[in-house]
């Protein structure tokens, strides 16, 4: 099975200031059919569902704010979230859909500082 | 607009067998573009994939559930199922169901979740 980890575990940004959230896989997500990462992040506001924010590690789910940017190839990847936001305060999870069983990151905790 | 909901039991008892419903609006389960997958979260805990079902029945499931998982689907009432057999305490969890899109693996849309508690 590919592991997924995540960095930091949680982290405290001040409002309008910038998270990054750190993920890497234990093989590389790199589709060779289409050069794409199987790499997505998703939000989980504290008794919701996750919410899909971004897939193909860069490509951003309709109707998710330009301040948050998915970067990264092979097996590392990265979520920023510019200017946050008090509504961005959520657990953040990496997942990798390029073999299964399909995995996912432990998730980071983002909070207002 | 896809929805899901979740329905099914909330309390099962150790070593019984789960079984959720998860029933689809605004699409179908048989269509090609979709296919359907059930995700589990413990509580205070992170996400685990359980299994999928593709338009045409077939299935691909977790073997970290050890063979107990079976996922199946009711195209009369735009449903899929989850059964999850043997249970105990470590399959507590808010059970998820979700769709995933054919063009790729992610998970575009989900049910609200419903807690199911294992008791001995």
């Known amino acids: 099975d590919i592991v997924m980890t995540q960095s930091p575990a949680s982290l405290g940004v001040s409002l309008g200031g910038k998270a990054t959230i750190n993920c890497k896989s234990s093989?590389?997500?790199?589709?060779?059919?289409?050069?794409?990462?199987?790499l997505a992040w998703y939000q989980q506001k504290p008794g919701q569902a996750p919410r899909l924010l971004i897939y193909?590690?860069?490509y951003r789910e309709t109707g998710v704010p330009d301040r948050f940017t998915g970067s990264g190839s092979g097996t590392d990847f990265t979520l920023t979230i510019n200017s946050l936001q008090a509504e961005d305060v959520a657990v953040y999870y990496c997942?990798?859909?390029?073999?299964?069983?399909?995995?996912f990151g432990p998730g980071t905790k983002v909070d207002i500082k | 607009q896809v929805q899901l909901q979740e329905s099914g039991p909330g309390l099962v008892k150790s070593s019984e067998t789960l079984s959720l419903t998860c029933t689809v609006s605004?699409?179908?389960?048989?269509?090609?573009?979709?296919?359907w997958t059930w995700v589990r979260q413990p509580p205070g805990k992170g996400l685990e994939w359980i299994g999928i079902?593709?338009?045409?029945?077939?299935?691909i499931y977790n073997t970290s559930l050890g063979g107990r998982v079976t996922i199946s689907r009711d195209t009369s009432n735009n449903q899929f199922s989850l059964s999850l057999s043997s249970v105990t305490a470590a399959d507590t969890a808010v059970y998820y169901c979700?769709?995933?899109?054919?063009?790729?693996?992610?998970?575009?849309?989900w049910g609200h979740g419903t807690l199911v508690t294992v008791s001995s």
């Open positions: 093989q590389s997500v790199l589709y060779n059919l289409n050069n794409k990462n199987c």
């Open positions: 193909w590690a860069s």
């Open positions: 979700a769709r995933v899109p054919a063009s790729n693996e992610v998970l575009d849309r």
């Open positions: 997942h990798q859909y390029y073999i299964t069983p399909f995995t």
């Open positions: 605004g699409g179908s389960v048989s269509s090609l573009d979709s296919k």
């Open positions: 079902i593709w338009p045409n029945a077939k299935t």
